[in-house]
């Protein structure tokens, strides 16, 4: 981001820069997301604009906003934007932060090869005044290269009283149709996770899934497993495999309290244990496995705990 001219770096309203600086809450903090792909020539400015209408946008709804389309990403020219705004020198403070949110939808075209080489320079030695975080929810999709140079961080579950702060928040309430569920109802879906109910049309999708691998699961049938296991990764058009074990800890969770209310240890301790596989096969999938395979073996895993 070019800064304005004036000696006092104060913002004004007349360049650019300072209108996107105007924005976020701290000039040197940066926010990169998927968008979609401008039409006709464009280069970075053209891009640093449409990132900051997008920023206004969010902000004037409350900085509630769904999860980008499939036809959103971050185009080489954001690369680009990203690249130079890491040269620059912080505006105000002493370091500057670049947030890259949706990290594994950055996409890869032909002749992007010294952009994302100087993406991955900047990753491994980044200017010593910055700060670079990387968010998703697909950790696996990373490339391999971009993983290798970051520190991974986990983020836990929100608890349910903060999820149900949320979700009563009035600028959720303008957006999610909730229907006829209660708050209670509400907060189990999202599952520690409130963003979810924002794209709840995408989230029921693997609600859905999750809970044909476990009638998959529970089945004698064999041939049913694998036919399951097939369909990950290719279930709908926006469908996550990341999303879908989610969700399948959300289905384990409910079938592990109903059959504790109902006093069924036997059912409540097999549906708690598998749980457990969930979470390992989700550190696996972080590592790019294939999501046929790995549901496959989870399959086999959970079958003798929940069958």
Known sequence: MLLCEHPDRAPCDECQSCRFAATLTHPDLHWFFPRPRLKGDFDVDDVREDIAEAIAERMAAGGVYETPGGDEALFITTTHALVQTAALSPAMGRRKVLVVGDADRMASQEGSEQAANAFLKLLEEPPADTTIILTSSEAGALL????????????????????????????????????????????????????????????????????????????????????????????????????????????????????????????????????????????????????????????????????
């Open 144 to 307: 391999p290269t971009i993983r290798s140079r970051v520190v991974a961080v986990r983020v836990g579950p929100v608890a349910d009283e903060d999820v149900g702060d949320f979700l009563s928040d009035p600028a959720v309430t303008d957006v999610v149709d909730a229907g006829n569920m209660s708050t209670d109802e509400m907060i189990r879906l999202a599952g520690g996770a409130p963003g979810r109910m924002i794209s709840l049309e995408s989230w029921n999708a693997s609600l859905t899934q999750a809970r044909r691998i476990l009638e998959a699961a529970t089945s004698p049938d064999r041939a049913a497993r694998m036919r399951v296991a097939l369909l990950q990764g290719s279930f709908g058009a926006r469908g996550k495999f990341s999303d879908v074990l989610d969700a399948l800890t959300v289905v384990l969770h409910e079938r592990a309290r109903s059959a504790a209310r109902t006093g069924n240890a036997k059912v409540a301790s097999g549906a708690a244990r598998a749980v457990e596989a969930v979470e390992r096969a989700k550190e696996l999938a972080y590592g790019n496995v294939s999501p046929q395979l790995l549901s496959a073996s989870l399959l086999q895993q959970i079958a003798g705990l929940v069958g």
